[in-house]
């Protein structure tokens, strides 16, 4: 059954708070995109979340500690709500050996499972099944009100994983929230090559979940439709899923111009952008002033200069001297030292 409950109203400090994890997100992927093209990314690509901040802040404020969250290469924003720092996010992609990856990865795959937060494989659904596994060995361990979250865009609900992922979780009833964004495009490949049904939340009846559809620009929307989908799972409900539709407003990654996105969809309601959108719902509930979101901002701007200052002075890892468990916690490998 698909849900129709609307949105509860939401007080100003759950907005705002979200709302600042957004703004931190878009500037460190601004800063992201700037480092990459001056070529001081070394670990290869670098993957926006613009247009789908909204979204993603809201998978990342619902939960709590003691949850599951696998996040996928558009999720900064969820990243920070969940607790990832900015330093930890700068010394991943700019290969420190302080970073939680110790400098192995580059990117995007990176976490801290320890803290219920899983370094991703793939983008394409392989974090189903494992974020399933965890769920699954917290229930053998007897532990219940725990939520698991992922994350997947449209052309990853085309895939085997996919499939397995959610009919597993739905014939075991599991506590999943399956976040999928919408946006319009696979890479190149647009939703019409992607899938025939009408929309992605009709597949929640053939698994079993509970449905869920939001627009994905409005963080109102997003959080209210979150929170309820968390709250359902942590409740014993079953398995959620929310599809949230906007546009992707950038290209796949910083090395992508976008040049085949359809114009018309940037001009209609999908394209609009959910920063914008936010903000102007703060000005209009008087929440806060004209000159205090240009200071929040500047805030944003000067926690990430200063941790690329911090984490540009840090060594990268030396082979020679290190074993090659990729995770700082290497208690977490086979035959791992604590
Ligand atoms: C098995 C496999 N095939 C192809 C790729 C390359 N690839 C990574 S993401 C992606 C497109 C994903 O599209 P979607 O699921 O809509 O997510 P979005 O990029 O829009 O967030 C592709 C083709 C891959 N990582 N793995
Ligand atoms: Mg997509």
């Known amino acids: 059954m698909n849900s129709v409950v609307p949105a509860p109203l939401l007080a100003g400090g759950e907005f705002l708070r979200a709302f600042r994890w957004l703004v931190q997100a878009r500037v460190l992927d601004e800063k992201l995109a700037a480092l990459y093209r001056a070529g001081k990314i070394p670990g290869g690509g670098v993957y926006l ?5 909204a979204l993603s802040v809201s998978v990342g404020v619902s939960l709590r500690q003691g949850d599951v969250y696998a996040p996928l290469i558009r999720d900064g924003a969820g990243r920070l709500a969940f607790g990832e720092t900015v330093v930890d996010a700068l010394r991943n992609c700019l290969g420190s050996q302080l970073g939680p990856m110790r400098g192995r990865d580059g990117n995007v795959h990176r976490g801290r499972p320890r803290d219920g937060y899983l370094p991703m494989i793939s ?3 392989a974090m189903i099944p494992v974020v399933n596994g965890m769920l699954m060995a917290k229930r053998f ?5 725990m939520v698991g979250a992922t994350c997947l865009g449209d052309g990853g609900t085309s895939t085997g994983a996919f499939h397995e992922g959610m009919n597993q979780a739905g014939v075991e009833r599991l506590p999943l929230v399956m976040v999928v964004a919408d946006n319009q495009y696979a890479y190149s490949t647009p ?16 698994y079993g979940f509970t449905g869920h559809v939001v627009d994905g ?3 109102e929307d997003c959080l209210g439709v979150l929170g309820e989908a968390v709250g359902l799972a942590r409740a014993g409900k079953g398995p959620q899923l929310v599809v949230a539709s906007f546009l992707r407003l950038c290209g796949h990654g910083e090395h992508d111009d976008a040049s085949y996105i359809d114009p018309s969809l940037k001009q209609s309601a999908l394209g609009r952008d959910c920063l914008e959108l936010a903000q102007a719902h703060i000005l209009e ?3 806060a002033s004209s000159q205090e979101l240009v200071e929040w901002r500047s805030e944003a701007v000067m926690t990430v200069e200063e941790a690329v200052a911090l984490v540009q002075k840090e060594p990268g890892p030396d082979p020679y001297a290190e074993q090659w ?9 086979e035959g791992g030292a604590s």
Request: glycine share 16%.
């Open 49 to 53: 979340g613009k247009g789908q901040e």
């Open 123 to 125: 983008h394409l659904g």
């Open 141 to 145: 361990k007897g532990q219940s009100g």
């Open 191 to 206: 939703t019409s090559r992607q899938f025939a049904c009408r929309s992605l939340v009709d597949r929640a009846v053939g």
């Open 217 to 219: 620009t409005r963080l």
């Open 285 to 287: 509930k008087g929440w």
């Open 325 to 333: 468990c990729a995770l700082q916690t290497t208690r977490l490998s």
